[in-house]
């Protein structure tokens, strides 16, 4: 089947989203076939940043629905920040519209030929306020490219 995409990538990995190590064992993925895709940066030379893309499921326009990542580590010094100065604080890092930031990281050890046999990557359940949230974790390694991206819960079953 071929698939179409919003904008074209360097390169990608391919995974079997069912037998991903951490998915819980009542939980039921409605697709099997996951892909990292690799962007290379359009603001910064020998950066990269990457989508995970879920062919089974089409965005508002009917491109193949990607998720950005977004850094872990970043995450929690904006938590840890907010809880220092209290709830009413407000941080505008990125200019403009919050879906136009990527969470960009520099090439180091890897090239865009080799990125792809760096990467690893498992699926873990975040509790919230009484929520359950399924997050695909990516690690790239020689890079600093530590992130995650959550997964939709209308894309998966809690099984009884």
């Known amino acids: 089947m071929n698939y179409e995409y919003r904008k074209n990538a360097e390169t990608y990995k391919k995974f079997n989203a069912k037998e991903l190590f951490g998915l819980p064992t009542d939980v039921e993925l409605l697709f099997n076939n996951i892909y990292v895709r690799v962007y290379k940066s ?14 089974y499921s089409q965005d508002d326009d009917g491109y193949v629905l990607e998720f950005e990542f977004t850094s872990a580590s970043l995450d929690d010094k904006l938590d840890s920040l907010e809880e220092e100065v209290g709830s009413s604080f407000e941080l505008d890092l990125y200019p403009g519209d919050s ?49 995650s991206a959550t997964i939709r819960p209308d894309l998966y079953q809690v099984k009884s």
Request: hydrophobic share 35%.
């Open 99 to 147: 879906n136009d930031w990527e969470y960009e990281v520099p090439l180091s050890g890897c090239s865009f030929d080799t990125i792809s046999q760096a990467m690893s990557c498992e699926i873990s359940e975040v509790v919230e306020l009484g929520r359950r949230f399924l997050v695909f974790n990516l690690k790239i390694t020689d890079t600093p490219f530590c992130g």
């Open 42 to 55: 359009h603001e910064h030379d020998g950066y990269f940043s990457c989508s995970l893309a879920v062919p």
